[in-house]
């Protein structure tokens, strides 16, 4: 990732992806709604209907599977809250004292046998999460390195394997095989620290730390076979060769790009399960080849777009196919299928694109011995290789040809779908149009671009056309000594789609950021309904005549 980075989404499912996951998210959703409404016998009933489809409750995260021990607890069922509360607890080595002894569903037991042991090995727990958590980390390290290792550039070309790699943990705590300045160690392999304020952003990127670019990891990220790790060490190496710009493609929020990028999907998750299911290759090919023919139609009613598309594509797309193909994923075809999934069930589809392109082209490609990969200091593009290395020539697309792949890969469906949601996408894009557009406005821009960090959450995203880029979710933060304004954030569980939303868009060379006008404003803190601002010294606000607002430096 470069220059926009990426917040946290939350993983209902952990280790079980199929094509279930859908409905998985659904009911879940439904029972959490159901626990709100204290309708709790239904709720319950759901969430065991969830613990079902998920095969188990150990294919659930960590906050999922606490949800639902407040969902068997509002239900008065203390078997299933226990089972629950006791799998997190032994398992997981849940150790969150504060969140439990707060939970008003479980008070009722407090004074039980099974309460007192449950919060006994949660501060068990708590006491040796520190080292357990280190053990974990240097594991984790160490399990890629050994991959990377054992690739030794065969992929590539080139090793992957970069010691400097960042591990950030959410109590601010960095680790690393190398020895960082100030850093402690328990063995001399991994070095950990408390890291300074306003140094590192919480993401998955590549960022500087002490004057040396390093891949950073989230800690929440290393359960997923080295996939993660190496995809990011995979940047690391890649910039070595050539900078990519991570721009959101716009045009991908329109409805028939949409139908067009979703039929390409469809098409892809079919060779890929072609390929699990031993149909061979015909089969396998006539899939790629509709994926290729809805690609081009698609960029081609979209030309002006294409090198900015394949530019994304070749920066995180390779990276995520690198991660995948490396990683110790037992079947890493339906991890690609479980990666097309997730992205096509994001809102917007302008950046998430690529993480499930990448794969399932990388994948397929090699499932059919095709020598594509070739060197790092070029734009890679799928079609063209395609035409070149499978079918020996130009797709030449009639509107026959067109018709076919789009009956092939569930037209009626998605095409219906997609026009029952332009409606709500209408509905939002003229409530941001009239928040941030049409009413009085905080504006302020930045001055030093390539020192302000950005993470945000890139499925809660919106364009609006020709003026820029919504974000529902999203921090900002100097990392300049005070050349940009400050930092800022939306507030958490108020940074939906339809509810919160930040402008951003570029004029003359310059990035702004739009805000709705604050609720409060004291010396150093700008406060919106669902934003906070930290300004640095020496900036300020100022009102100008036609009611809008302005940070400038003083």
């Known amino acids: 990732m470069k220059k926009v980075f990426l917040l946290?989404?939350?993983?209902?499912?952990?280790?079980?992806?199929?094509?279930?996951?859908?409905?998985?998210?659904?009911?879940?959703?439904?029972?959490?709604?159901?626990?709100?409404?204290?309708?709790?016998?239904?709720?319950?009933?759901?969430?065991?209907?969830?613990?079902?489809?998920?095969?188990?409750?150990?294919?659930?995260?960590?906050?999922?599977?606490?949800?639902?021990?407040?969902?068997?607890?509002?239900?008065?069922?203390?078997?299933?809250?226990?089972?629950?509360?006791?799998?997190?607890?032994?398992?997981?080595?849940?150790?969150?004292?504060?969140?439990?002894?707060?939970?008003?569903?479980?008070q009722k037991w407090h004074t039980t046998k099974e309460w007192e042991n449950a919060i006994f090995k949660i501060k068990q727990n708590k006491a040796t999460q520190p080292v357990r958590n280190r053990q974990n980390i240097k594991t984790k390290l160490l399990e890629a390195k050994s991959i990377l290792e054992k690739d030794n550039g065969k992929l590539w070309e080139h090793q992957i394997w970069n010691d400097s790699i960042i591990v950030i943990d959410y109590d601010n705590t960095i680790y690393s095989l190398t020895k960082l300045s100030n850093s402690q160690t328990d063995d001399n392999t991994l070095y950990y620290k408390t890291m300074e304020p306003n140094t590192l952003v919480f993401v998955n990127t590549t960022q500087k730390y002490e004057g040396k670019e390093y891949a950073t990891v989230l800690s929440n990220y290393l359960n997923d076979k080295s996939s993660t790790i190496i995809h990011e060490l995979f940047h690391l190496l890649q910039f070595k060769f050539r900078k990519f710009n991570g721009d959101a493609i716009a045009y991908l929020d329109e409805t028939n790009a949409r139908i067009l990028l979703r039929l390409e999907y469809e098409a892809l998750r079919n060779a890929l399960k072609a390929i699990n299911e031993n149909k061979g290759t015909d089969e396998v090919k006539s899939y790629l080849k509709d994926a290729v023919i809805l690609r081009k139609e698609r960029q081609k009613q979209y030309s002006k777009y294409l090198n900015a598309e394949l530019e994304i594509e070749t920066l995180e797309g390779l990276a995520n196919y690198t991660g995948f193909g490396l990683s110790t994923y037992e079947n890493k075809y339906d991890k690609a299928i479980s990666e097309i999934n997730q992205r096509e069930e994001a809102e917007t589809y302008t950046r998430p694109f690529p993480y499930a392109k990448g794969p399932a082209y990388g994948l397929i490609f090699d499932h059919l011995n095709v020598k594509w990969r070739n060197g790092l200091d070029k734009i890679y593009n799928f079609a063209e290789i395609y035409e070149t290395k499978v079918n020996k020539s130009k797709l030449k697309i009639s509107k026959k040809t067109l018709e076919q792949a789009k009956t092939s890969n569930n037209f009626d469906e998605i095409n219906k779908q997609e026009t029952a949601r332009e409606e709500h996408q209408n509905k939002l894009i003229a409530y941001y149009t009239d928040l941030l557009i049409n009413k009085p406005t905080l504006k302020v821009a930045i001055s030093d671009f390539d020192n302000y960090g950005r993470s945000f959450n890139m499925n809660g995203t919106l364009t609006l056309k020709d003026k820029g880029i919504v974000y529902s979710s999203i921090r900002g933060r100097d990392k300049s000594d005070g050349k940009n304004f400050g930092s800022f954030s939306t507030i958490e569980g108020k940074d939906e789609l339809g509810k919160s939303g930040i402008l951003s868009y570029k004029e003359n060379g310059t990035t702004y950021f739009v805000f709705p006008l604050p609720t409060k404003i004291t010396d150093t803190k700008v406060i919106g309904e669902f934003y906070e601002i930290e300004l640095n010294t020496n900036w300020k606000l100022v009102k100008k005549d036609d009611g809008n607002m302005e940070i400038i430096k003083e």
């Open 8 to 106: 946290l989404v939350l993983s209902i499912i952990i280790q079980f992806a199929n094509a279930q996951e859908t409905d998985i998210n659904k009911i879940y959703q439904s029972a959490i709604e159901n626990y709100k409404a204290k309708d709790y016998k239904k709720s319950a009933d759901e969430f065991s209907k969830l613990i079902e489809l998920a095969k188990g409750i150990e294919n659930l995260s960590d906050y999922v599977l606490f949800q639902g021990t407040t969902i068997f607890a509002g239900n008065n069922n203390q078997e299933k809250t226990f089972q629950i509360l006791n799998y997190l607890i032994n398992e997981r080595f849940y150790s969150d004292l504060e969140k439990v002894n707060n939970q008003n569903e479980f």
